[in-house]
């Protein structure tokens, strides 16, 4: 079946340093990928999104990049903020299904 | 505009207990739907609605799980018989249409003792 999955569960960065999460998928069939933000206790908080006819989306200091061919796609931070500590997650949305990866938990060290 | 309302926030039950989740998603969304998250995993589907019709219940243990949208709008979740292994936080999503951003709503912590 449809997976998606994250390279590794926690990452710790140093506030000011960029960060990059990364998550593989395995269907080449999908199309629309979301990433989402999760703070303890709350839903996750949508923060970008990209379809397959792109390979790279920017945001305010986040990025996405979307490799068809080895089917990955990566969160880029820049100067990571306390404030960006949660657990993220990559989400396979396309074919109108929302499948969700494990998630990555950063933290931000001061 | 108002975002996805769950209720409630927090609820305990015994084993073997019944109880019901409820959901009321942006307005003007036809997708709803129902997410079960176990403390440090990602979120797994329970069941996915357009309107009121059932996308995708595949992943919903149907022997005690199941799941309404009656008029298209509001959609209550409910577990009957609970088991321990039910303890997890119930989240509820909705979008405007399939293949657009989902938002979420705050969950449901359960925890069945």
């Known amino acids: 079946g449809e997976s998606v999955g994250l390279h590794l569960p926690t990452l710790s960065v140093q506030e000011g340093d960029n960060s990059i999460i990364n998550c593989a998928y395995s269907?080449?069939?999908?199309?629309?990928f979301i990433w989402y933000k999760q703070e303890s206790g709350k839903g996750p908080q949508f923060i970008i999104d990209?379809?397959?006819?792109?390979d790279k989306r920017q945001g305010q200091r986040v990025t996405v990049l979307l490799n068809k061919t080895v089917k990955h796609l990566s969160l880029q931070i820049a100067a990571t903020q306390p404030g960006d500590s949660a657990v993220y997650f990559c989400?396979?949305?396309?074919?109108?299904?929302?499948?969700f990866g494990q998630g990555t938990e950063l933290s931000v060290k001061p | 505009e108002a975002g996805v309302a769950q209720s409630p926030r927090y609820k305990i039950i015994e084993k073997r207990q019944s109880v019901a989740f409820w959901c009321n998603p942006i307005?003007?969304?036809?997708?709803l739907y129902w997410y079960q998250q176990i403390l440090g995993q990602g979120p797994k589907l329970l069941i996915q609605?357009?309107?009121?019709?059932?996308?995708?219940d595949s992943q919903l243990p149907k022997d005690r799980f199941s799941a309404e949208r009656l008029k298209g709008v509001d959609s209550t979740l409910k577990i009957q018989p609970a088991k321990l292994e039910d303890s997890a936080v119930y989240l509820c999503?909705?979008?405007f249409g399939l293949g657009t951003e989902a938002f979420f709503g705050q969950g449901t912590r359960l925890t069945v003792v």
């Open positions: 999503a909705s979008t």
């Open positions: 269907n080449s069939a999908s199309d629309y």
């Open positions: 990209i379809r397959s006819n792109m």
């Open positions: 989400a396979d949305a396309g074919g109108g299904k929302l499948i």
């Open positions: 307005s003007g969304h036809a997708t």
């Open positions: 609605f357009q309107n009121n019709g059932v996308v995708d």
